[in-house]
């Protein structure tokens, strides 16, 4: 945003701009003045600012997000409401191992109060000599648990090749941290026509967060939730950097849907509650959790996985 | 940690230690076999790594922070118990102003519930033409409003020519993003024998900040109080990132008293206190808050100063 | 890497290991002694370290990237060699935008000594409002523009749908910064068994770099050519802050090909060269630069796209 | 930067300031068009921006730092120009460790064409329990052995208390990435009215990195010349990211003299020449080198020390 203001009282106006919770920056060449807004600032009523004495114009860009800002701020993920008034709890391994395993965790996170299943299909790892994950074979089995014990089902595609076959079954389709600037794949799961869970990327800004979930409503997305994971900055103890100021801004500047992932967050089971309780009050609506009733089997990410228990007093 | 494992049964081992929740990495020679253990893996107590399968010998470092690992977890400021039972609020201008606005905001800390009194009396600030603080003059004006109101009272010291004469008169000492790795200022406020308030510095990790703490109790002070403000990440919308699993990690994983200062982390009113429930919800102790009730009139840091009435709700 | 050291004369044996340019950090139990070695350590041969008076037993372990250390260092690019003796130049427009357009630039770029044409086709960008590319299209206009000046020609590809047709006609494809993370588009890439530049990631690690790599390699590709381009940190200036430590890793200790893209680095025109002598100087075997010689026309990047006849100095 | 603009031809003006080298973001409130300017745009002089069609007025914000503006762009330390004609060495031990070492190492730096001293006589180290350097009686040792060889001298200032008796003796105040934040410690050193070598912080931004030089100005000194020693960011495979965009941004677009320190960028001898190299070619002035004869010997930083031979072709 940028305010012209009279040359005539520039200070006062400045002063009570920041009162407002504005950061400006003052542009001045001859008789003409310009306050540059920074966008890390408080949302702030466009007509509080006009109000202000010495405000000439209040300039402001278009918005590179429209489709965003039109999007419904409430999400159905099956029969499931996340942005409503209930906080949403999605949970599963990160990893779908075998019939057997989904089965008893879909049980364990339904006993609960759980209301999404997910687990990971095609796993993107880091390393292409790890575990890929079982493939297609779990798909079937991971949205067989969830209808089994009532759930919601969502999981990640990393192809573009797997978006159909995935579409096609699941309540919600992931797009992961590792995926979200690639436009090829928003593209065709936007064009799904399902709600998407999106993640947001190691170092990703918020604007490119927000435009990834532009790119995924311009292909045709039925609706976009944000998941913060964490991000990357200096070693705090944890894997990542919870961004619970990326979770507030989304929630109660923007009023979006955004969920919290403190599993990925976290990377250490002795804290994944407490970054999910710090994420709810930061304004989540709702959790996304790794669990694993036997982590020493467990095929992947063993040492955030907490167990499917620890969910029951998570939500009230 | 470097745990050494039989050469038989490595695999086993690790899937072992893996459940228990740490990250390993194995390193071989001919048939010797150790796995390191990565730093951002969960706290577990030795005895049940020990007790895998396979596992030879658990080797650990020494301490870096002998004195931290003694302190006493409870460290009191004034008549105040921080790290005890009852969340601690601190709260206060970031500047203090005049004699009369300091009272003022006092008089409105202690009604709406806080403990602490805090303002800044010489204010570190980016640019060396900006508004410096009132200097030692506003100290006795801090001081005399937190005792008429009944709180205890800190402030933050950047010189080390200031330090005895604020150790003469404050209940706490605070050293500032900008101080942390100062190991002078360190050396000559620990010499004072007062608790500190540490904040942490804008990219350091959680070891630099423990032995920002251990310098300051080999110097001689009182007890350490860490104060997590934010750290540099990607933009998020707010000025910096919360490192709300820093918060966790100390709490949970060391037991040390550590502080939530939300306003830094935000620097947008309109996210605040959501950020404030995070730090507590990730295991804070206390907040460290600035308000003011004229934001307009604010020296410094307005665009992030929060009404002294939102204190009332926000511990129970 | 861990080195176990024999109880006694374990401090002597940490000064030579460190007065050789390791890192080390030391772990115990009873007569057990560990030394952890900093990944971020100087490259010194095994013999030196097991020649260490008390080093007992050199621990190593597996190389997560064994295709990646058996490739050849010098990789063909049509004709052209990248990593030999001769640095070299890869340029052209950050998008084609016309036949016209496109041609002329190739002619500049022969003209004044470079080896290899480049030009987006399909362009990622942040946001999915903005110019997109020509697509397919342009496709054509530059492997004719770059047949037809005897220069080699690489573009990137951004969907695993136009691997084929790309792979059919250049000679190098892109793998860039936006897709380094994306599995599937790695493996896509790699089983069309052409060379690949791969560009690092916003935030990468060296070692998720490494291991990018690696996955192409692992799907068939014919090489792999390292491009550093810049990643987050703190605001230096520049769009980016170039890593040449990472170039002066990957050249001087692991004997890679690298290239130094200076153009996304930089983001501005007025540093695009001095960068590319910087990246030169830390041991890059060539650059990849953004030209255009009517910026005005520019359909993106015009801010920091440099006049062709710059390159002609720069490599001797 | 602001650039108001005639609402007609909008478009026109952004593609040619574009060719120019900004990047332009665009805000306007009916007929009122302003063009806001990134700070990573390239310098472009004002005439050029003000000759584009459809442009009214070119708003600019008060130099922060105006006394850093109008310094002389070469400083000299004792006989030596730094930001002249020639490029300058100044190399020395991390620690001065006896008389004898400091002694042998100024008479190798002399021997290999080097032109400043350096040795670290208080040592800020992260951990309180490391070596702390000899202290005062080590000032004299750097000092005399400086003279005896001919080379000025410089070392690092910790303490506010240390000002003066250093000040009394040598010909260039260093001021440390741990302590370029600290404004009691910039005031002081900068009162001592000597130039100031200004190493940036952690993870310090150019803008706070030019105030911290403009706070030495304003208290006194004679003069600052900036040292780049890399910055945090991802993990390259070195220590730090030496940030050479912001050595070229600093050079080319400001004409301010910077030094590179790669030791510390590096932190592993195998790239410390390599790194020097870059950071010559990227605009430095000169290069601060930490070197070592016996590195088995010494005391800190023996990782990263190199042979004082490996100046000798260092420039030129």
Do not use: Y
Request: aromatic share 2%; proline share 5%; with cysteine.
């Amino acid at each position: 945003m940028i305010i012209l203001v009279e040359p005539d009282g520039v200070a006062d106006a400045e002063r009570h701009l920041r009162g407002l919770g504005l950061w400006t920056r003052r542009f001045a060449s001859g008789a003409s003045v310009a306050l540059s807004v920074s966008s890390s600032s408080t949302a702030v009523p466009l007509s509080a600012i006009r109000a202000v004495r010495g405000v000439v114009a209040v300039l402001e860009a278009d918005s590179p997000h429209p489709l965003l800002d039109a999007m419904p701020r409430v999400v159905r993920v099956g029969a499931v409401l996340v942005g409503g008034d209930q906080p949403v709890v999605c949970a599963g391994p990160c990893s779908v191992e075998s019939e057997g395993q989904i089965d008893r965790l879909a049980g364990a996170v339904a006993a609960h109060g759980g209301h999404i299943l997910r687990g990971g299909v095609w796993k993107p790892r880091t390393s292409p000599h790890g575990f890929q994950g079982v493939g297609a074979e779990g798909l079937a089995w991971l949205v067989a648990a969830a209808r089994r014990h009532g759930l919601a089902v969502m999981t990640e595609v990393v192809s573009e090749r797997d978006v159909d076959r995935v579409a096609a079954v699941v309540d919600a389709i992931q797009v992961g941290a590792r995926s979200m600037h690639s436009q090829a794949l928003l593209r065709a799961v936007g064009a799904a026509n399902k709600p998407v869970v999106l993640k947001r990327a190691f170092s990703a800004s918020l604007e490119e967060w927000l435009l990834a979930g532009e790119a995924l409503l311009m292909a045709g997305a039925a609706g976009v939730i944000f998941c913060e994971r964490g991000v990357r900055g200096p070693d705090g103890g944890a894997r990542n950097v919870l961004d619970v100021g990326a979770i507030a801004v989304l929630r109660h500047a923007w009023g979006l849907p955004v969920l919290v992932d403190p599993s990925h967050a976290a990377g250490r089971k002795d804290i994944v509650i407490p970054l999910a309780r710090a994420g709810l009050a930061a304004g989540a609506v709702g959790v996304v959790i790794e669990v694993h009733d036997r982590p020493a089997e467990a095929l992947s990410d063993a040492p955030q996985a907490v167990d499917p228990a620890l969910l029951a007093g998570l939500v009230r």
